[in-house]
């Protein structure tokens, strides 16, 4: 998770280690890595997270020590050639630049952290300095504030919208004109000498019913590092034992989703196979502004809940967002199965939408 990342280089910082942060900026051909992938290092040399799956590392941290120790940050450039095919490269026979920053628990950073650790989604601008004390970074990040009128959106910057942009070159501050639409915004370089890090909350499941299905499918979940959300007003099936793993409440759905911390990349399904449980999720689900919304049962099942969500006056294009029967298809037998194709589906729809 990119939480457990950035919780881990707020530990050492609390403890009185410097740290460094390596981010992907940019891969050529094959890369073992997506841009955007990042790996942070301590000064006692402990790092988590990987930006190239174990062919650059060691590199990496080596220079990140002269990072902190020099508080000048480092872009890193990794291919394969006949000089260090066998020594410090790509297997994979890719290219991929890396950038090395100095990281401290102050200004923008510390605003990145705590931005990052309460799961809302920011923006990172970076400045690819390289052999340079490292500075001019800036968050933009999400503000109930109403919108700002040189950013158009409820996304402002750290610390002075109109100020620290004004510092940025032209193009940046024309890339950086953000619509009420942000979706054009992804991690990437935004030019040779400025990266833009797209960060997002974890993925998030709600599943209503707490059967069988339901807890292979929080196990899967788990394995895809999703928070994980059961709700059942069934006292019997909605257990710590059943799942270890997840966020559980014994109550009906409606009267605790609207109290839960939603975000755009919450998935929610229904398992129960019963309407007083499953109708009023669906319900609130198709009013919300999640991504997904799955619904468990036959063809003949769904037909049935169509005529209820029109009685209760559901528009076609309301009704369309429910995905029932729920999951890919896969020819799933077993409730292992189930659940693998319904965590596919949503992957598919979180890559696609």
Known sequence: KVESLYQKIKTWLEHGETAALATVVQ??????????????????????????GGCVENDVIVSALEVMRTSHSKLLKYSVSSENALAVGLSCGGEMEVFLQPFQNAGVQHDLLECVLAKKSAYYLLPLQNNQPFSGD?????????????????????????????????????KLQLQSNTAHLQTGRLSE????????????????????????????????????IVIDPRAAFITE??????????????????????????ALVT???????????????????????????????????IERLQEKGFSPEQINRLHAPVGLDIAART???????????????????
């Open 138 to 174: 800036i968050l933009l990040f999400e503000t109930d504030k109403p919108p700002d009128s040189h950013l158009q959106n409820n996304f402002e910057l750290y610390p002075s919208p109109a100020s620290e942009l004004r510092k940025l070159p032209i193009e940046i501050q024309n």
């Open 335 to 353: 409730a292992s199965e189930i659940a693998l194709s319904i965590l596919a589906q949503i992957v598919q729809e979180s890559h696609t939408a």
């Open 271 to 305: 398992l129960s196979h019963d309407p007083k449980i499953d109708d009023p999720a669906i319900n609130w689900a198709l009013t919300s502004g999640i991504n997904y919304i799955g619904a468990l049962g036959s063809r003949s099942t769904h037909a049935k809940r």
């Open 27 to 52: 891969t050529w051909g094959s890369s073992p890595r997506p841009i955007g992938s990042q790996m942070a290092i301590s000064s006692n040399d402990e790092l988590v997270g990987s930006v190239s």
């Open 193 to 228: 000498d400025y990266f833009l890090l797209r960060l997002q909350p974890p993925q998030q499941i709600i599943i209503v019913g707490a059967g069988h299905i339901a807890v292979k499918l929080a196990e899967l979940a788990a394995v895809l590092a999703f928070d994980c």
């Open 241 to 266: 034992e059943r799942f270890p793993k997840a966020e559980i409440h014994h109550k009906w759905p409606d009267k605790i989703l609207p109290k839960l911390s939603l975000n755009q990349n919450t």
